[in-house]
């Protein structure tokens, strides 16, 4: 392909016709610049420098001058990213080192190890990849539950900390942004939370120390922390949740859908406990009966006890996901294990609702249930068999019915009355 040399623009570079696949490519040597070259190929331009380094050609014997080597290329990236002045200086910068006896190839070799190196240290002194050393040598000294609670901590609360304080090489870590993540979390009511956190940065310090990670030491300027926590215990209280309280709850766990959303549906339509939901299998499904069965093991009461599903809450039964690795109906990974948190599905349901709505909890949905019973007019001992609790007195020793019935007209009142909430 002809091209006619002239001088080099950006209008001549952006017009330069390009060969196609099977042509051949067309090298051009800059005017303007001494050994500066481009190659065009039908994927683009590229940039090269020829040089010679001086001294790599020995010495003229007679007058000990230092001799040029062979002629090298050297890539120096492709157009338009590198545009034609930045082409002409790193041309001139390539040709000047060659001069001073420097091979620009190997400078450039050196830099680009000097950069890896220096990135795989920052890699191995990642607070990530010492936690993962740290965890990996506790599990081979103590028991599974131990250092799965461990690593739940880190996962919840210390990584969120370091995060929000941009720890993330070992030293970033200094007892002043530790101090800081003690006393938010300390300020946030969770002074055991705290403490255990402290802990973890302590053992996180120590291995990192040991293993050569870090070389400095902030344990002894971290907080004191001693004693028993100084905060008073709050009460557990049941709530009873307002009718507008219950609807904000309801459809946002509804927005939220499977497994939390549907999981604190089924706990409103209820009045489970949320363990007999949150690790109930398939197989402690009656279809039949359309109710969860609960065995001596799993019952609170330690009785056989049968709870009722209302039209409605079956409706969320039968289009629950059915996992293909195990049997629980409520869980992340296939049914293999059951959701593990009684807590995080009020997380979830309060990121999307107004904050004057996040004091509640699932047993106040229990509560709730209850108490919305007997505003219906269900007789007590029925409220009372709903919720999964005994019979009382002589009734507790002679009356062996189950109530089945009684039970699930209760539910679908209940359940009446909730889905007069639906929006």
């Known amino acids: 392909m002809n ?5 080099w623009t950006p209008a001549f570079l952006d017009n330069l016709p ?27 331009i590229r940039w090269s420098v020829v040089y010679r380094v001086t001294g790599q050609g020995g010495f003229n014997p007679k007058t000990g001058r230092e001799l040029k080597g062979p002629q090298q290329r050297m890539v120096i990236g492709k157009y338009p990213a590198v545009g034609l002045k930045a082409a002409r200086n790193k041309a001139d910068e390539v040709r000047t080192l060659a001069d001073q006896g420097k091979d620009p190839k190997e400078l450039q070799i050196a830099t680009v190890k000097a950069k890896h190196k220096a990135a795989a240290e920052q890699l191995n002194n990642s607070v990530a990849v010492v936690i993962d050393g740290m965890l990996a040598l506790k599990s081979a000294n103590n028991r599974s539950a131990t250092v799965k609670n461990l690593r739940n901590l880190i996962k919840n609360h210390v990584l969120p900390g370091f995060e929000k304080y941009d720890i993330e090489q070992m030293s970033d870590i200094t007892a002043v942004k530790i101090n800081r993540l003690l006393n938010d979390t300390i300020e946030a009511g969770q002074w055991n939370t705290a403490t255990k956190i402290k802990n973890v940065v302590r053992m996180l310090i120590e291995y990192g120390i040991e293993n050569g990670h870090m070389d400095h030491d902030p344990r002894r300027e ?61 197989s402690d499904i009656d279809f039949e009966r359309r109710a969860l069965h609960l065995t001596k093991a799993k019952s609170k009461i330690k ?22 690795r195990g049997e629980f109906l409520f869980s992340t990974d296939g049914g293999e294990k059951p959701v593990n ?59 062996h019915h189950d109530f089945l019935d009684e039970k699930r007209e209760a539910a679908e009142l209940y359940s009446q009355f909730i889905g007069g909430l639906d929006e």
């Open 222 to 282: 971290i907080k004191k922390m001693e004693g028993k926590n100084p905060q008073p215990m709050k009460d557990a209280e049941a709530k009873f949740l307002s009718t507008n309280h219950t609807k904000v709850i309801l459809n946002r766990a509804k927005a939220l859908g499977y497994p939390w959303g549907d999981l604190v549906q089924l706990l409103m339509l209820t009045g489970c406990r949320t363990i007999e939901l949150r690790t109930a299998k398939w």
């Open 341 to 399: 948190s009684n807590t995080y599905s009020k997380k979830l349901i309060n990121k999307g609702i107004p904050e004057e709505f996040h004091d509640w909890s699932n047993h106040d949905l229990r509560h709730t249930f209850r108490s919305k019973l007997s505003e219906l007019r269900v007789p007590t001992h029925i409220a009372e068999l709903a919720l999964g609790h005994k019979l009382q007195g002589i009734e507790a020793t002679y009356n």
């Open 18 to 44: 390009l060969p196609g696949r099977n042509e051949p490519r067309i090298e051009l040597t800059d005017p303007a610049t001494e050994g500066l070259m481009l190659r065009a190929t039908h994927r683009g």
């Open 3 to 7: 091209v006619q040399i002239r001088k």
């Open 303 to 324: 009785q056989e006890t049968l709870i009722p599903f209302s039209d409605r809450a079956w409706q969320i039964i039968e289009k629950l996901k059915r996992g293909n």
